[in-house]
Each structure stands twice: as C-alpha cells, then as structure tokens.
C-alpha cells in the first residue's frame, strides 16, 4: 500500500472540521522511520485542541494533523538508523501530532519496539494516558502505608492511574459512576459514587486509614475543598489542571525526549508482567473515526478508544462499528430492571400465604 489517507483539518472546530485527506506514503529522512499504522489512540485533549480549547498552550497551524499515539509497522529507514530493521513492530508517539493516519515518517527516538505480547490496540493507545498516569502516580510516591482517592477513575488516564497506585501497594478508593463499580472492583480498588455524602462514604469505605493522596481527573470545582476536608495536604493533591499539563507535555515531547523513551519502555514492561491492563471499550475502523471520537466525547467509555487502520470486514454486516456496546446493553439492562421493580412495587400484590 503506497497511498493511504490522513485526518486533517484547516480550522479550529468540532467534528464537523474533520476530513479524511489522501495520502502518499512518506520518505524516511536521515534519522527518521517510515510506519505503516496498524492502531492508533484517541484522547481527549486532542479533541480539545482541535476546537481552540487549549490555544493558551498550544497554537496550531493549519492545516493541521491529528493524533499522537501510534503503533505499526516500519517499512522504510533513512540514513543513520542502524538499530530497526523494515518490518520491525514498533510504538509510541507524533512530536508533531499525525498519527491518524496510514503512514507517518517520524524520527527514531520517537519509538520503541512493540513487545510481541502486547497487542496493536494496547500498543496504539498508550503512549499518552499512559505516560500521563504513570508521571501522576511518580510524582505522589505512593507505597502501601498510603490511601489514595482518584476521581474519574474509569477513564484512560484514570484505570491506568488506578492500577498503578495499587501496584505501588496503596489503598486505593475511586470516585466514579455506578456503572462503573463493578469494572473499578476488578481492577483492585473500592469504588465510591459521586455525589452529596461522597465525603462519608470515602471515609466509611476508608475503614479508619487516613487518606493520604488525592488524584482529580474529573475537574470537579470542589475538588481540592474535597481533598481538603479529608485532610490531603496541597503537596499529595493532583489538580485536574496538573494532570492537564503533564498530558500537554506529553502531546508535544520531541522525539529525542529520554523522559518518554523510559516511561513507555517501562509501561511496555509492565504490561507484559501484567501488573496493570489497557481496557480497549471502542475499537472503530479508521474511516470511522468521527464516530470514534463521538464515542469518546459521550464521556461513557472506560479505559480507550482507538482507531484501527487495517481492520477487515466480510460484508456480512456493514455498520458492525454501530453496534450497541456492552457497557450501554448493561445500563439499558440496569434501567428497564429498576423500572420494572419500582412498577411491581406501585402495584397490588397478594400476601403469600
């Protein structure tokens, strides 16, 4: 495949902004290495950034690429890279954004080698809320005399984050919705909902362990007062606005960054000692990713969504991607059974004898 198509776009906007562009597979450079994308992940601040959100940190210029995580295939080397062959698999990250593509040519310390045991889902959607999450948990220094509370903690940096702090021995409580509990309990935490008496029901879950960390992804105002009342000091509270920056620092690290290189090495290691796992909840064809990033700004998905380049489909069904989704099949479930029950209670019954 020598042609192939790019997302671009030559506006600040929503999704409608998003096109779908031709595409010639690029030249290796010196230094640099062509990749045939296999997956590739979707993340929130991209779509941020896409629609003018983020343009005090970052001003694009258009037309503009989309997309930082990647993995795939190295079909071309340029001069000076001696250390991967053509048909190598490899992973990680567009400095430059553009990894929605079929091909992308970046420099060669933008990659490590794919693992042959982590798959192209994983391998694509990682880079960015991988390294994000891992920095947040770094930076709290976590071990098993700690409580630490994480908000959000079913989306892509937060699973992550979740598993990480447990990893590191810590208790681990997590705000987030109710359809979410029984995924947030697999993953070794104690799920708490959202909402009026949060406060109570962290601490009864704590169990009288002081609470001695706190992650915000969510965003919420009361946040910090939250972390506050529980007695987390501002030094072990990780701000919404913190994680944002890291993740920004991220999304435009240089190739030759040594800080990204170890962190996605380690994750990459990590994975395959399975101390943590990358829940995948969307997995679209790549003609399709305007409904992908829907999917993700529902704000529903656990874990990550990602687009795959060289998915197949045997006609069969078409709009397989459209799909009910198992976590919406489950909430559909869960309400027409509480619908159900409150009907049966409004109603007479007849006493058993």
Same mark, same amino acid.
């Given at each position: 495949?020598?042609?192939?198509?790019?997302?671009? %776009?030559?506006?600040? =906007?929503?999704? !409608?902004?998003?096109?779908?562009?031709?595409?010639? /597979?690029?030249?290796?450079?010196?230094?640099?290495?062509?990749?045939?994308?296999?997956?590739?992940?979707?993340?929130?601040?991209?779509?941020?950034? *896409?629609?003018?959100?983020?343009?005090?940190?970052?001003?694009?210029?258009?037309?503009?690429?989309?997309?930082?995580?990647?993995?795939?295939?190295?079909?071309?080397?340029?001069?000076?890279? /001696?250390?991967?062959?053509?048909?190598?698999?490899?992973?990680?990250?567009?400095?430059?954004?553009? !990894?929605?593509?079929?091909?992308?040519?970046?420099?060669?310390?933008?990659?490590?080698? /794919?693992?042959? %045991?982590?798959?192209?889902?994983?391998?694509?959607?990682?880079?960015?809320?991988?390294?994000?999450?891992?920095? +947040?948990?770094?930076?709290?220094?976590? =071990?098993?005399?700690?409580?630490?509370?994480?908000?959000?903690?079913?989306?892509?940096?937060?699973?992550?984050?979740?598993?990480?702090?447990?990893?590191?021995?810590? @208790?681990?409580?997590?705000?987030?919705?109710? *359809?979410?509990?029984? %995924?947030?309990?697999?993953?070794?935490?104690?799920?708490?909902? %959202?909402?009026?008496?949060?406060?109570?029901?962290?601490?009864?879950?704590?169990?009288?362990?002081?609470?001695?960390?706190?992650?915000?992804?969510?965003?919420? !105002?009361?946040? $910090?007062?939250?972390?506050?009342?529980?007695?987390?000091?501002?030094?072990?509270?990780?701000?919404?606005?913190?994680?944002?920056?890291?993740?920004?620092?991220?999304?435009?690290?240089?190739?030759?960054?040594? $800080?990204?290189?170890?962190?996605?090495?380690?994750?990459?290691?990590?994975?395959?000692?399975?101390?943590?796992? +990358?829940?995948? !909840?969307?997995?679209?064809?790549? $003609?399709?990713?305007?409904?992908?990033?829907?999917?993700?700004?529902?704000? /529903?998905?656990?874990?990550?969504?990602?687009?795959?380049?060289?998915?197949? $489909?045997?006609?069969?069904?078409?709009?397989?991607?459209?799909?009910?989704?198992?976590?919406?099949?489950?909430?559909?479930?869960?309400?027409?059974?509480?619908?159900? @029950?409150?009907?049966?209670?409004?109603?007479?019954? @007849?006493?058993?004898?």
């Amino acid at each position: 495949m020598r042609n192939g198509k790019a997302v671009q %776009y030559d506006r600040y =906007g929503d999704f !409608s902004v998003v096109e779908l562009v031709p595409q010639d /597979k690029p030249t290796a450079g010196p230094g640099e290495i062509v990749v045939e994308i296999v997956a590739a992940g979707l993340n929130h601040i991209e779509r941020f950034l *896409r629609e003018g959100k983020l343009r005090d940190h970052i001003e694009l210029e258009f037309p503009a690429r989309q997309g930082v995580d990647f993995a795939g295939i190295v079909r071309a080397r340029g001069d000076g890279v /001696k250390d991967l062959r053509v048909g190598d698999e490899v992973m990680g990250h567009a400095p430059q954004g553009g !990894s929605h593509a079929n091909w992308i040519a970046v420099p060669r310390g933008a990659v490590i080698k /794919k693992p042959e %045991y982590v798959g192209w889902e994983v391998a694509g959607g990682l880079y960015l809320a991988g390294c994000t999450a891992v920095s +947040v948990v770094r930076s709290l220094r976590l =071990g098993p005399e700690d409580t630490v509370v994480i908000t959000a903690a079913a989306g892509g940096v937060g699973h992550i984050e979740s598993q990480l702090a447990h990893d590191a021995g810590a @208790t681990v409580i997590t705000l987030g919705s109710a *359809r979410n509990h029984d %995924y947030l309990r697999q993953i070794g935490t104690l799920p708490v909902v %959202y909402g009026e008496g949060e406060e109570e029901r962290i601490r009864a879950i704590a169990d009288g362990r002081p609470i001695t960390a706190f992650i915000d992804n969510h965003g919420e !105002s009361n946040a $910090e007062l939250l972390a506050d009342r529980l007695g987390v000091g501002a030094e072990r509270f990780v701000s919404s606005d913190d994680r944002r920056d890291i993740e920004l620092r991220f999304l435009r690290a240089p190739a030759e960054d040594e $800080e990204t290189r170890e962190l996605l090495t380690l994750l990459a290691k990590a994975l395959q000692e399975r101390r943590f796992q +990358v829940l995948i !909840s969307g997995f679209y064809p790549f $003609e399709y990713i305007v409904e992908a990033y829907e999917d993700l700004a529902e704000m /529903k998905s656990r874990g990550k969504v990602v687009i795959g380049m060289q998915t197949v $489909e045997t006609g069969a069904r078409l709009d397989w991607y459209r799909s009910e989704k198992a976590r919406d099949l489950r909430d559909r479930y869960a309400d027409a059974r509480g619908s159900e @029950t409150e009907s049966m209670a409004g109603g007479s019954a @007849t006493p058993a004898s």
